[in-house]
């Protein structure tokens, strides 16, 4: 039984450190498959029904194990129309098989959310200026770790490209005579030195990296290196403020829904509408009411829209805070 899983993108594939994680912690996870340079047959795949946010959708959907770095995990393919096999790993034993496709597939629903957050409410915006000390048991990855890392992968980049070069110079003289082929013997000398020479670096740098720590804790780092933080406990009450405001703005986008056509798509389109838009407000105390009349839409559509929203709205008999005054909403369009 997993203590919880965790679902992301291909850049935190590592699966020695998946297997580590549910070995040591219960902690299982949910990603993309890399490098896959196998294809299922198709008949193996089966029509399942996939349950996302949106609906329910049908698949072709397959699953079978795999080991990847000795870790044996379960793999689920989806099969598109156009051919193309979508794989996904995971170290769950427990959900279903279209339930690690949904988990995998309704991701993007969260990223939508983030990218929203951050275009419409500045979600990413740095609130206060200055730093604090990191947790000094936080584990970081080392840095002359990391450093031998982008020389090593700089290295194998490189090396990659004089391959590539090699052969396509080998392809492109097959078919040639025996005097072009001779002239072309001394630039391809050339180029298997020059990989001899990367293949030499790439051992060597691997061998140091070998020697070094992949991970520290933060005290483990010379006092001058530490890493610091961003100080976040402002910023943690802005974004649950900000994280409010989205779920009111949902609750309004559903209570809109059923009187404006395609609400799914620019619902929350009306809405920015509505928040930016001049309004008058009239407070009668003598009959505590809190009238707040909203200037018309950009469009008549928008409008009668607006007047079911206020209708609904009314209905809640909502008292404005820290007063007597009931709040009525109107639209001066109507």
Same mark, same amino acid.
């Given at each position: 039984?997993?203590?919880?899983?965790?679902?992301?993108?291909? !850049?935190?594939?590592?699966?020695?450190?998946?297997?580590?994680?549910?070995?040591?912690?219960?902690?299982?996870?949910?990603?993309?498959?890399?490098?896959?340079?196998?294809?299922?047959?198709?008949?193996?795949?089966?029509?399942?029904?996939?349950?996302?946010?949106?609906?329910?959708?049908?698949?072709?959907?397959?699953?079978?194990?795999?080991?990847?770095?000795?870790?044996?995990?379960?793999?689920?393919?989806?099969?598109?129309? #156009?051919?193309?096999?979508?794989?996904?790993?995971?170290?769950?034993?427990?959900? +279903?098989?279209?339930?690690?496709?949904?988990?995998?597939?309704?991701?993007? #629903?969260?990223? *939508?959310?983030?990218?929203?957050?951050?275009?419409?409410? =500045?979600?990413? $915006?740095?609130? !206060?200026?200055?730093?604090?000390?990191?947790?000094?048991?936080?584990?970081?990855?080392?840095?002359?770790?990391?450093?031998?890392?982008?020389?090593?992968?700089?290295?194998?980049?490189?090396?990659?490209?004089?391959?590539?070069?090699?052969?396509?110079?080998?392809? !492109? &003289?097959? =078919?040639?005579?025996?005097? %072009?082929?001779?002239?072309?013997?001394?630039?391809?000398?050339?180029?298997?030195?020059?990989?001899?020479?990367?293949?030499?670096?790439?051992?060597?740098?691997?061998?140091?990296? @070998?020697?070094?720590?992949?991970?520290?804790?933060?005290?483990?780092?010379?006092?001058?290196?530490?890493?610091?933080?961003?100080?976040?406990?402002?910023?943690?009450?802005?974004?649950?403020?900000?994280?409010?405001?989205? $779920?009111? !703005?949902?609750?309004?986008?559903?209570?809109?829904?059923? &009187?404006?056509? #395609?609400?799914?798509?620019?619902?929350?389109?009306?809405?920015?509408?509505?928040?930016?838009?001049?309004?008058?407000?009239?407070? +009668?105390?003598?009959?505590?009411?809190? %009238?707040?009349?909203?200037?018309?839409?950009? @469009?008549?559509?928008? *409008?009668?829209?607006?007047?079911?929203?206020?209708?609904?709205? #009314?209905?809640?008999?909502?008292?404005?805070?820290? %007063?007597?005054?009931?709040?009525?909403?109107?639209?001066?369009?109507?």
């Amino acid at each position: 039984m997993p203590r919880f899983t965790l679902v992301f993108d291909r !850049e935190a594939y590592e699966p020695a450190f998946f297997g580590e994680l549910w070995e040591s912690y219960r902690v299982a996870v949910v990603t993309y498959r890399k490098n896959v340079a196998d294809f299922w047959e198709e008949e193996c795949f089966n029509d399942m029904v996939v349950p996302l946010f949106s609906g329910n959708v049908t698949m072709r959907i397959c699953e079978r194990e795999t080991i990847l770095s000795q870790i044996v995990f379960r793999e689920v393919r989806r099969l598109s129309d #156009n051919g193309h096999q979508t794989a996904i790993i995971t170290t769950n034993r427990i959900i +279903d098989t279209a339930q690690v496709a949904a988990k995998m597939f309704s991701r993007w #629903n969260q990223e *939508n959310y983030f990218r929203y957050m951050i275009q419409e409410f =500045d979600l990413d $915006r740095i609130i !206060e200026y200055g730093s604090e000390p990191e947790n000094p048991d936080k584990t970081v990855v080392n840095p002359p770790y990391r450093k031998i890392s982008n020389q090593l992968k700089k290295a194998r980049e490189k090396k990659a490209r004089l391959q590539a070069k090699m052969f396509a110079a080998i392809e !492109e &003289h097959l =078919d040639s005579d025996l005097e %072009t082929v001779a002239a072309c013997l001394g630039e391809q000398a050339a180029i298997n030195e020059k990989i001899q020479e990367y293949d030499k670096l790439i051992t060597g740098l691997g061998g140091q990296r @070998n020697s070094i720590l992949s991970r520290v804790a933060v005290r483990q780092m010379p006092k001058d290196k530490r890493y610091n933080r961003q100080k976040k406990e402002s910023k943690l009450l802005i974004n649950i403020i900000k994280m409010m405001a989205y $779920r009111a !703005e949902t609750a309004m986008v559903n209570l809109v829904r059923p &009187h404006y056509a #395609n609400s799914d798509k620019d619902g929350r389109t009306l809405l920015r509408e509505i928040f930016t838009s001049p309004a008058d407000i009239f407070p +009668d105390y003598g009959n505590k009411t809190l %009238t707040v009349v909203l200037h018309s839409m950009s @469009n008549p559509r928008r *409008n009668r829209a607006v007047a079911e929203l206020c209708t609904t709205l #009314n209905e809640t008999q909502t008292i404005y805070p820290q %007063t007597e005054l009931k709040i009525i909403f109107k639209s001066i369009a109507i």
